[in-house]
Structure formats: structure tokens, C-alpha cells
């Protein structure tokens, strides 16, 4: 089964840091990640972009982040990461990835993990 997994969420302090991964992995392959997004939900609203990162390596982050959160991608490990500093607790959310994979002969887009979540409380 091909699949993203995210990982490194928690509970921390306002103005603490975490850092979010994202693995992809398949069945017998080894996936690259072509870009990439992290986004995050509240409750029962929308799904909002984080941060993102195309094949070139442009990265793209919302204003609520700029300057605090940094996307950044690991091709020998197929994993992206989100470097999140300053927390606030308005960062709380439930934190998903979505990736484009590719592999010799073979690719999928949109592949979406399960999320992971953070919280943001004293």
C-alpha cells in the first residue's frame, strides 16, 4: 500500500517548537517526494495550506506562518518535514501531509496521510 505517515505531534508550550515528518513508503519501493503540502484542519472546518514544496524546491507558506514555520524535504529518506517554531496556541490543529510520489515507471499524486496532532496550551 502506498501511504504517507506522518509523524511528530504533540503537546507543547506556546513558544515552544515541533517538528512534523512525513514519510512515504510503498510495497517493495522506494518512493521520491515531488512535492509536497502540509495543511491543517480545526474541527469540522476547512482543510487550509500550511506550507508547501514543488519539485524545485519553491516553498510557499501561509501568512499565518511565514517566518515561524520552515518545509523542508529529505530525498534519501522520502521525507518532508515542517519545522514549527514560536508555537501559538491558534496553531493547534490537526497537521496533514500530502505529497506527489514518484518511483521508476511510477507515480501517484495527492497522496494523503492520516494527520498528526498538535496542541498548543500552557
Known amino acids: 500500500q502506498v501511504q504517507v505517515v506522518e509523524s511528530g505531534g504533540g503537546l507543547v508550550q506556546p513558544g515552544g517548537s515541533l517538528r512534523l515528518s512525513c514519510a512515504a513508503s510503498?510495497?517493495?519501493?522506494?518512493?521520491?517526494?515531488?512535492?509536497a503540502g502540509w495543511y491543517r484542519q480545526v474541527s469540522a472546518k476547512q482543510r487550509d495550506l500550511v506550507a508547501s514544496?514543488?519539485?524545485?524546491?519553491?516553498?510557499n507558506y501561509a501568512d499565518s506562518v511565514k517566518g515561524r514555520f520552515t518545509i523542508s524535504r529529505d530525498n534519501a529518506k522520502s521525507t518532508v518535514y515542517l519545522q514549527m517554531n514560536s508555537l501559538k496556541p491558534e496553531d493547534t490543529a490537526l497537521y496533514y501531509c500530502?505529497?506527489?510520489?514518484?518511483?521508476?515507471?511510477?507515480?501517484?499524486?495527492?497522496?494523503w496521510g492520516q494527520g498528526t496532532l498538535v496542541t498548543v496550551s500552557s
Open positions: 500530502a505529497a506527489d510520489l514518484s518511483a521508476p515507471m511510477i507515480e501517484y499524486r495527492e497522496v
Open positions: 510503498g510495497p517493495g519501493i522506494v518512493f521520491s517526494i515531488d512535492a
Open positions: 514544496i514543488t519539485k524545485g524546491g519553491s516553498e
